[in-house]
Nanobody, 120 residues
């Protein structure tokens, strides 16, 4: 079984920074694209940033220039967030589009989420 575990959330003042981490555990050969999503109360989950296995990145327009997604091997992905604003208060979720295992491919894995609260 493959699991994603996020960490690094917390409370920060507006304009501050946080770094989120997501670690994949379990037995697998590879993971393709990993991404960070966020969901604020009463809103839909939205893509924040993604990174492919060859380190190609994609960002939501609202975070370009402030957030940086990076990846260490196939198991760990980070999201460095700078100049955070109160409207970015949300639960942040790690996602893996597919993990190749000895038993086959597992699609659309999600972590349990980590809360980011930005105070004004």
């Amino acid at each position: 079984q493959v699991q994603l575990v996020e960490s690094g959330g917390g409370l920060v003042q507006a304009g501050g920074s946080l770094r989120l981490s997501c670690a994949a555990s379990g037995s697998f050969f590879s993971i393709n694209t990993m991404a960070w999503y966020r969901q604020a109360p009463g809103k839909q989950r939205e893509l924040v940033a993604s990174i492919t296995s060859d380190d190609s990145t994609n960002y939501a327009d609202s975070v370009k220039g402030r957030f940086t997604i990076s990846r260490v091997n196939t198991k760990t992905v980070y999201l460095q967030m700078r100049s955070l604003q109160p409207e970015e208060t949300a639960a942040y979720y790690c996602n893996a589009d597919r993990a190749v295992t000895a038993r086959g491919v597992i699609f659309n894995l999600w972590g349990q989420g980590t809360q980011v609260t930005v105070s004004s």
